[in-house]
């Protein structure tokens, strides 16, 4: 299964890509993660994105199409793949077609002001990256993680100013894809207002061969 999460910054794309990586045992990719853990090495690569992502703004299309070229033809990707956060422009969507037939693209749509609230709360462990929320799903400990005992962080990019700049960037070059793919894929909508189970009860609906 080939499978693309669409939606805006902090619907829930990482959370779901999670749960259909383990139920599937295919690889979630994640162009935030690869490029995070890029900044993170200090690499050239992550050096050229982090001023980017830490404004807020969007990497250059050339920059994560290469990314996402390379992480395909792994042999971890055969049997399928979840996309999380790739495309998110037209020249992406354009590219990835080049690349590979997309069996499924989800819509996860959900209000602006939910977004910023699960944005601005969201805290990640340093040490093994699972992820919590201050109010929804709080560690028992504060800022230490449950499952390792690491620290958990906020990421630079949740605070209240660049969330704005991020959805903005949304809007402007990510939202065409949703009539890009309504025309090439079917594309199916999921309420990601809805529990962190019923959202993924409706995916695992939209994936499975009926
Ligand atoms: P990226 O890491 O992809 O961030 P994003 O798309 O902005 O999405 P998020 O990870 O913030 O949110 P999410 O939808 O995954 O929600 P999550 O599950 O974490 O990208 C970061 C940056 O990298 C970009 O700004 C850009 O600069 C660059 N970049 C990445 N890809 C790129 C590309 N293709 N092209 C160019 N640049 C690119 O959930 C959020 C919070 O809500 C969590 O706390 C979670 O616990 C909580 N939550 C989730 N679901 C629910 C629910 N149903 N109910 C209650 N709480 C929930």
Known sequence: MKLILLGPPGVGKGTQANLLEKKFQIPKISTGDI???????????????????????????????????NRLQKSDCRQGFILDGFPRTLPQAEALKKITPIDHVIYLKCGEEELIKRLEGRRTCSRCAKMYHIIFTSPKKESVCDECGGDLVQRKDDHRQTIA????????????????YKTEKNLKSVDGLAAVEDVFKRLLTMVSPS
């Open 35 to 69: 490029l995070r853990s890029e900044i993170q090495s200090q690499s050239s690569l992550g050096q050229k994105a982090q001023q980017f992502i830490n404004d807020g703004k969007l990497v250059p299309d050339e920059v994560v199409i290469g990314i996402i070229k």
């Open 165 to 180: 700049k991020r959805l903005q960037e949304y809007d402007r070059l990510t939202k065409p894809l949703l009539s890009y």
